[in-house]
């Protein structure tokens, strides 16, 4: 053999074997991208929704469906590779570093192919979904969850027959809130029952996961647990201004085990922004029909009269909603001047929503986070107390705001009863609800006494204007 032929063969050997190590190299660095594209690039695709609005969840299948086509390329080219090279060595012998190539590249696609077996039918991510006809993929909320109760629930149910419904939908669209995408483990927590049977006692973890934004929560197929021994509950004449029974509430997630507890001032059991409220007879029976002025000499008060409020619009307020912490004595008051009130409430470190039902008044279980379910221009009245107050972000209570101007009618009132806030606070407060350009009936600003003099209490009745404004 002459020296040049060996150095040939060393070279060709040479020349193979880093062809081989660059093209190994290039594979995992395709199986490694890929495999970051599908998974953990898109759980940091998820985790960034919330942060970035900017991020939008459509571009979740997209990344799918160009991860399934690199995929395809690679597959292709190493399919022309492994051809070439069988072509090749039926021309000339088989030598070992070709056939080690060539088992090398066998491996390779192997695997490859099995990852793309893995991955849903191309048809299948390109499905556009006819939801008011908008012919886009989107964001899937099914791919995000393990348990498959929720899977289910959040799937789109076509109608049967394959026509539209009453309502001219071609399907049910269950939602749940995107606040469940971040709450994931909590939520598929919640959601792991047996249907059919009895669920887990856990209103808390619902009212937990609700507040943070996974909400709506989806529905369940469990029965929810009641009390051990329900006895039927008062009649209306009595119910309103008693205590009920305590063996009609669960109490397992409260600290006080009875309304009792609740009721009394020294305990400090209860929700601290509700000291008082579940006490009917000494603090919450007086409300809005006795002045409660902690210095009559001051004359200073922001808490106004129910009849002092009807009598702005004599006769027609019949129907609001109290937007409320409390224990419902808005609602039982009012009722005693034949308006019907449903009092938005959350249980939160008592049973305020049994213990609103119990009295013969209407709890609605809503928290903060929800555009509220009345249609436009319906209400008469929307009171609020203790609720807003200085902790509300200013565009948060602009939103909210707007929302409860959308629900009441024209001429209907907004009673802003007792909100506080620091000094400082309080032109920008002030400032948010004028933006309403409501009719002024009281617009009061008092001193708070109680804590040396740093923050105030606003008070108003408002009237919503017709519209349009101009
Ligand atoms: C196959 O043979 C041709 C010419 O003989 C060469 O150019 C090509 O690189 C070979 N392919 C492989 C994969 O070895
Ligand atoms: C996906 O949809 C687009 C547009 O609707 C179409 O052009 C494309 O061929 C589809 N691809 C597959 C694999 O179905
Ligand atoms: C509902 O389905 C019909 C036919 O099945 C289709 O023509 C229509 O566009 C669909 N409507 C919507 C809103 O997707
Ligand atoms: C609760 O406290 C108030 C003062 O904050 C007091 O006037 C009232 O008597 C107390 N009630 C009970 C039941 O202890
Ligand atoms: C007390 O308030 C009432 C109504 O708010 C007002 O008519 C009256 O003049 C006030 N009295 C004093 C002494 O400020
Ligand atoms: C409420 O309605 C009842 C029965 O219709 C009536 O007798 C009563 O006077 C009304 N109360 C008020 C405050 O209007």
Known sequence: MSKQSVAWKLGTWRGIHSSLFLLGV?????????????????????????????????????????????????????????EELQRNSSLSSLS?????????????????????????????????RHFLGHKQP???PE?????????????????????????????????IGHGCFAAKKELEEYMEYDVGEICDDDWKLAQKLMVHGCDPLPRRRCFSR???????????????WKLPDDRNVRWSQYKCKNFACLAC????????????????????????????????????????????????????????????????TFAAR?????????????????????????????????????RLPFFDNTLDLIHTTRFLDGWIDFVLLDFVLYDWDRVLRPGGLLWIDSFFCVKEDLDDYLESFRMLRYKKHKWVVVPKLDKDDREVFFSAVLEKPPRPFR
């Open 26 to 82: 290039l594979c995992i660095f395709i199986l490694v991208a890929t495999f970051s594209k599908l998974y953990s690039f898109r759980s940091l695709l998820i985790a960034e929704t919330f942060c970035n609005p900017e991020n939008t969840h459509r571009s979740q299948p997209r990344t799918r469906i160009q991860a399934k086509e690199t995929l395809e390329i690679v597959i292709q080219k190493i399919h022309r590779e492994i």
């Open 96 to 128: 070992s570093s070709t056939s080690k190539y060539n088992s090398f590249l066998a491996d390779i696609l192997g695997l490859i192919e099995s990852v793309q077996e893995s991955l849903p039918d191309m048809q299948e991510l390109n499905e556009t």
């Open 138 to 140: 989107f964001y899937d």
């Open 143 to 175: 791919d995000h969850f393990l348990i498959e109760e929720i899977r289910k629930y959040v799937r789109v149910k076509p109608n049967r027959l394959g026509k539209q419904n009453f309502m001219g939908a071609n399907g049910t669209f269950t939602s």
């Open 226 to 240: 009641a009390p051990k021994l329900y006895t039927k509950p008062l009649p209306i004449d009595e119910s309103i």
């Open 265 to 328: 001032n020294s305990t400090r059991k209860g929700f601290f922004k509700c000291a008082n409220c579940f006490d009917l007879e000494n603090h919450e029976f007086p409300r809005w029909v006795r002045r409660q002025n902690p210095d009559p000499g001051a004359n200073l008060t922001a808490d106004f009269l129910a009849h002092e409020v009807l009598d702005v619009k004599p006769g027609e307020i019949r129907i609001g909603l109290d937007f409320s912490v409390g224990t419902g």
């Open 334 to 370: 009012m009722r005693e001047f034949n308006v019907t009130i449903v009092t938005a409430t959350i249980n939160f470190g008592a049973p305020f929503s049994e213990m609103i039902a119990l009295r013969g008044l209407v709890p609605l279980y809503l928290t903060i986070n929800q």
